[in-house]
Each structure stands twice: as structure tokens, then as C-alpha cells.
């Protein structure tokens, strides 16, 4: 049995997702220490209390977001986000010391990363083996010529963001529902699908006439009037429990039940975060992409989606019954283009983990 150290970002449920997916697999023989920041250790905290798993709380980088009242939009508030930068930089020493003090007393065998800098720099300076597991290294590794130039642009940006946090893994893996090829230069890097939870994995695709919409904690009334437009339920997760409004039902997160929802839906409409693509798209439905506005990782994600034919995108600031009454028409083509196995990437990446494992050949 050897022993894990996993960190992981703590904006977003992608990040928490993808880390409980590979955890699930690596319990089953190893010693797992979670260091998760923000919404993950909520996330995951309550699912592994009382278990051989051990999920620690540590501070992280968080983005902030503000209303805009004139717009309706969402957009980085570059104030709070900088504060919390600089008050976590100003305990960044703090943080190491308390990482590096467990890893003096378990001496970990393997430490894996989700986009989180604290715990892979620590494993470094000790020499502690690591490797570098999530979506947003897709920026660093892959050739992305084919964007449009503004996109490219953005990437190039959001690129150089990606190389400070952290250096020197093992390996990299990118997990993704795309698979954009990869610079000629680069080494020790595999292209993934997206790690499925235990409950997506066990869900049984049907077809109903539902759709499941989630969003990210905010709604416009553009937004809702474009839903009301498709004509059928809508089930709407991210923005809590509410009254219905017409065909508009509002939706306690219920992680069972937002996927036993999705399985049995006809599509999704969401934001474009990659890990919820890739779900849907295991479970073979379509999907309405909506970037939320200046988020431009969401803008690539969305451009590859519709690039694969298997749904389409269109901005969240531009959203309109034109476009959704357009999507509800187009579904049963954008399924037929789904390839659910391509995206399906856990046991790839057990298989590269348990490379760097004590024993292996």
C-alpha cells in the first residue's frame, strides 16, 4: 500500500469531481490525504468524514465575482480577487511549513495535483515525486492554431498563468472531452476523457423530455426567457431552491439526483465548464453551451464543442429563444455525434498513477 498526497483547486465542482473519481479507484489499495481548499473541501469533506481518507482544509486561490447592475452580467471582481491573492501569498510560508511537516511524519510515496501550487512545490524541494492531473494544462501542452485569433490570444494569456504555479511533475495529464493535438516539444503528457463519478458510471442513459440547465450561482432574465422559450420542464440547478416559474423548476443541489436528472434528460443547457460537458456527454446528451461572459477557458471549451458537433455554443450575454428553440430542433443530430466512450478517461489514468507507484515495472 503507498501514500498519496492529493491537492486540488478549490473553484468549481470540476476540480472536486474529477479528484473524488480517482480517489474512488486509488482507496481501494492506497492511503489517501486530500489537501482541498474553498468549495472542494466542502464538497468533499462530507463524503469522506468517518472514512479511511483524510481531507484537509487549506487555504487557495480564489476568483471573485460581481454583479453588474447596468449589464445584468457577472464579471471578475479584480479587487477582492487581488486581496485574496496577496493574503494568500502572505501565508503562503505558513502553508508550506504545515504541508511540509506532514510530509517529514508520512514520507507520501506519490503526490498528484489538481491545479493547485502549494502542495506540488513543497513535493519538489523535498523530492518527492509528482504528477500533474487536471484540464487547464490543456493550455500549456496542446497546439491550439485552430482557435479563432482572439481565442488564441487568451489562451496564450491564461497559458502563462498556468506555467507559474507549479513545475517539474512527472507526468501530465489533461483531462478533457477534447482533444486537441499536442506541441511537438512536449514530453511525458497524455490526453484523457474526463474521470466519471461512481453515480455517472452506474446511470443509465434514457431520453426523456426534461431538460437539466445548470448555472453558476447567477440567472438573467434574458437567460430564463430563453429557456422558457424550449417549450418543455426545465430543471434548473446552481441557483437553489425557488418557486417555479412556468415551465422553470428550480432545483436543490442533489448531486444523485442532478445526475439521475441529467441520465434521464433530453440535454443539457449549462455554463462551459468541462467537466459537466464531459458527464453529459458520457450520457449521451447534448449540449447548449454557455460561456459566461469574459470567462474565456469557457469561450475554448465551448468553440471545441461545437467544433466536435455534438452541441453547440453560444454566449451567455447572447443567449435568446432564437438560439435555444434552434438547439431543440438540431438535438437528435448533435446526438448522433456523440462518441460517449471517447470521453471516458479514468482508467487511463489510473494506469499512468499506478506507473509511479512503489513496484511498478
Given amino acids: 500500500m503507498a501514500t498519496i498526497y492529493y491537492s486540488l483547486a478549490g473553484e468549481g465542482r ?4 474529477r479528484v473524488r473519481a480517482v480517489v474512488e479507484e486509488l482507496r481501494k489499495q492506497h492511503k489517501i490525504v486530500i489537501y482541498a481548499p474553498g468549495h472542494a473541501y466542502d464538497l468533499l469533506h462530507p463524503v469522506y468524514k468517518d472514512t479511511d481518507v483524510v481531507v484537509k482544509h487549506i487555504p487557495g486561490l480564489v476568483f471573485h465575482y460581481k454583479d453588474c447592475p447596468n449589464t445584468g452580467r457577472r464579471q471578475l471582481d479584480t479587487i477582492k480577487t487581488g486581496i485574496g491573492g496577496l493574503n494568500y501569498l502572505a501565508g503562503y510560508s505558513t502553508l508550506s511549513k504545515r504541508i511540509q511537516d506532514d510530509i517529514d511524519k508520512e514520507a507520501p510515496d506519490l503526490v498528484i ?17 509528482f504528477i500533474s492531473l487536471d484540464h487547464q494544462h490543456f493550455l500549456l501542452v496542446s497546439d491550439l492554431s485552430r482557435l479563432p485569433a482572439d481565442l488564441q490570444r487568451h489562451a496564450f494569456l491564461m ?3 498556468v506555467r507559474g504555479y507549479y513545475h517539474g511533475q512527472e507526468h501530465t495529464i489533461v483531462s478533457s472531452f477534447y482533444f486537441p493535438p499536442l506541441k511537438t516539444k512536449v514530453k511525458d503528457v497524455s490526453q484523457i476523457g474526463v474521470l466519471l463519478r461512481t453515480e455517472v458510471l452506474e446511470a443509465t442513459p434514457e431520453h426523456g423530455e426534461h431538460i437539466v440547465v445548470y448555472l453558476r450561482r447567477f440567472g438573467s432574465s434574458e437567460v430564463f426567457e ?7 420542464e426545465m430543471r ?8 417555479s416559474k412556468g415551465r422553470l423548476r428550480f432545483c436543490e443541489i442533489d448531486m444523485h439526483r442532478f445526475i439521475e436528472d441529467l441520465a434521464t434528460s433530453r440535454a443539457l443547457i449549462s455554463t462551459a465548464g468541462n467537466q ?24 475554448i471549451n465551448g468553440y471545441f464543442l461545437s467544433d466536435a458537433g455534438a452541441g453547440m455554443t453560444v454566449g451567455m450575454d447572447q443567449i435568446s429563444p432564437l438560439y435555444t428553440r ?7 443530430t448533435y446526438r448522433s455525434r456523440i462518441d460517449r466512450q ?7 489514468a489510473i494506469e499512468i498513477i499506478n506507473q509511479y507507484l512503489p513496484g511498478a515495472a
Fill in 342 to 348: 471517447e470521453v471516458h478517461g479514468n482508467r487511463t
Fill in 14 to 17: 470540476g476540480h472536486a469531481t
Fill in 326 to 332: 434552434y438547439f431543440m430542433e438540431q438535438c437528435e
Fill in 226 to 232: 430563453a429557456l422558457e422559450a424550449c417549450g418543455c
Fill in 276 to 299: 459537466l460537458i464531459g458527464e453529459a456527454l458520457y450520457l449521451e446528451k447534448p449540449v447548449l453551451a454557455m460561456p459566461e461572459y469574459g470567462n474565456h477557458e469557457q469561450r
Fill in 113 to 129: 495535483t489538481d491545479f493547485e501550487p502549494a502542495l506540488p512545490r513543497v513535493a519538489r524541494q523535498v523530492s518527492i515525486p
Fill in 159 to 161: 497559458a502563462q498563468i
Fill in 236 to 243: 434548473i440547478y446552481g441557483l437553489g431552491s425557488q418557486p
